[in-house]
């Protein structure tokens, strides 16, 4: 049967294709389509928003390793009937822009285009995993370190929630400037993101207000901190303070070990002004686990626990990575567990940044150790953003409507929400270019995606770094370039489907850790891929 199809060119940056069935190849819902388009005109309409700005006193902190600013913002959605639920605004429907790139912002795009409350889902720039599995619109072209441009989009296409994925934007400045002018976002000011923008500030916190983490010195001086470290002793801990790529953190087995990242960092400057100042940290012993909470600036809720594995080889040997696999839940983290990191580490996190004038509006991930001779948990690091690849596994998992939580945490109000998760377990497997997280070639072809996700049920496969090459196959264009993910009544269940769809996928140029979750399984369970 012929089929009569009408385009519609409303700007450079999207296209809407509609067939005479009404359906579209972008993937905008169709209520959203439905109230900001007009088929006999190409008009074009965005919801109203309605905006109230509460300033208080200007004032400085008390530590001195950040400046930070207590203008705070509070941002209403008016209901208007362009939403197509009525004059009466029973519920709201958004619009989403999700900024970065990457496995995490594919994730919380799924989650998102599942909340019944989202009409939309932008991804900027996306990558084109993302845009192939319907799971949002990608923007590539908009730049996201141009807040002026960001704000521009938002303005144009009714955004009434803008989520911030990765930390450098935040660390820049981005909410800052989107806050200003009235645009509801999920994640911290600059001032607040400190948090990860600088390992220092972080543990200023943590003395301040009694918060557990290592034994620690700041250092920019190369000859005090080596006679530190020698007075230590060794295996010991040194990080360049700023944003380094994941790749700051050295664990230190001898002195000249500890001693020749100290070089590197203060005088080679191999990190630049990230590495212009190192902290020298005491070596805990234990297991390593990740706790999220979602904050409002006086409230935090907590998110399931997680897990990673940060060393690139089987049993969690080689180099650090971003992350070649996770599970959730985390066995380590009983409830007494999250009970304690919470009040011992979380909420007093919070209220100390409030107190600081450096409210915290956004996820903070904290990494933690669950130390071997105490038994409890102490702050390795802040993160001020889902981890990746955790945020796989706990999207897969979340039920309840994403956009109404991150809408609620930025109004203020998380002391009304609570989170409803899927029973059983959820497990991510990184599959990385070969070389990874050395050097690594780009533009090797991945085959048999499509075949992977349909090889089990509840299969999911985020996009990392996928692009598509001019035969319409999908090429690698990162270090870590697919995260396998699959649910499970347990995690032996989500375990075996997450790897029987590593298995079906075709990528000669690719690898992948053969034993996640071997911490919470029994090792004879990784029989199967030895």
């Not at 209403?76 to 958004?94: I, T, Y």
């Not at 990457?102 to 599942?114: D, F, I, N, T, V």
């Not at 989009?153 to 002018?181: H, I, M, Q, T, Y």
């Not at 650090?320 to 066995?331: F, L, R, V």
């Amino acid at each position: 049967m012929a089929m009569a199809f009408a385009t519609f060119n409303l700007s450079p940056s999207l296209r809407f294709v509609s067939n005479n069935k009404g359906f579209f190849d972008s993937q905008l819902s169709n209520s959203f389509l439905s109230s900001h388009l007009f088929l006999g005109t190409s008009s074009f309409s965005v919801p109203t928003l309605r905006f109230s700005t509460i300033h208080q006193p200007s004032c400085r902190p008390h530590i001195n390793a950040s400046p930070c600013s207590s203008t705070s913002f509070r941002c209403f959605a008016q209901k208007s009937p362009v939403d197509g639920l009525g004059s009466n605004g029973a519920s709201e429907r958004l619009v989403v822009l999700v900024i970065g790139g990457g496995g995490r912002e594919h994730a919380l795009c799924y989650a998102l285009q599942r909340s019944p409350s989202c009409d939309a889902v932008f991804c900027a720039p996306g990558n084109a995993g993302i845009s192939s599995s319907g799971n949002a619109t990608c923007i590539p072209e908009l730049d996201i370190s141009d807040s002026s441009a960001v704000i521009s989009f938002c303005r144009k296409w009714g955004v009434g929630l803008v989520v911030v994925g990765p930390e450098a934007p935040l660390v820049s400045g981005l909410a800052n400037d989107l806050v200003k002018v009235g645009i509801p976002t999920f994640g911290p000011s600059a001032e607040a993101a400190a948090l990860e923008g600088s390992k220092n500030f972080m543990k200023s916190i943590c003395d301040k207000y009694g918060i557990p983490t290592a034994k620690y010195q700041t250092f920019s001086d190369a000859s005090a901190a080596k006679q530190y470290i020698k007075e230590q002793g060794a295996p010991i801990v040194i990080k360049a303070d700023g944003l380094a790529a994941g790749k700051g953190v050295i664990v230190a087995m001898t002195l000249e070990e500890a001693y020749e990242a100290v070089d590197s960092m203060l005088v080679e400057g191999i990190f630049g002004s990230a590495g212009c100042r190192v902290i020298v940290e005491e070596f805990l012993e234990g297991e390593e686990a990740s706790f999220f909470a979602l904050v409002d600036g006086e409230n935090a809720i907590p998110l399931e626990s997680a897990q990673d594995h940060k060393r690139v080889g089987d049993g969690d040997t080689g180099p650090n990575t971003g992350g070649m696999g996770a599970y959730s839940p985390a066995p380590v983290l009983t409830e007494e567990l999250q009970s304690l990191v919470m009040e011992s580490i979380i909420l007093p996190t919070v209220k100390g940044m409030s107190a600081e004038g450096c409210k915290f509006v956004g996820v903070l991930y904290a990494g933690l150790m669950i130390e071997k001779k105490s038994g409890l948990p102490k702050l390795i690091e802040y993160n001020v953003r889902f981890g990746d690849p955790e945020c796989q596994v706990l999207m897969i998992r979340l039920e309840s409507d994403l956009a109404k939580v991150l809408l609620a945490a930025c109004r203020g109000e998380l002391k009304r929400v609570s989170l409803n998760w899927s029973p059983g377990s959820a497990m991510v497997v990184v599959m990385a270019s070969q070389g990874y997280p050395g050097s690594y070639e780009k533009g090797t072809v991945i085959q048999s995606l499509e075949e992977a996700e349909n090889v089990a049920p509840c299969v999911k496969i985020f996009h990392a770094g996928t692009a598509l090459d001019l035969d319409g196959n999908f090429v690698a264009m990162g270090g870590r370039v697919l995260g396998v993910t699959a649910k499970g009544r347990d995690l032996k269940e989500a375990r075996d489907r997450a790897y029987d769809a590593v298995e079906e996928i075709k990528w000669p140029g690719g690898f992948y850790r053969r034993d996640i979750g071997w911490r919470a399984l029994p090792q004879n369970e990784f029989a199967r891929n030895a």
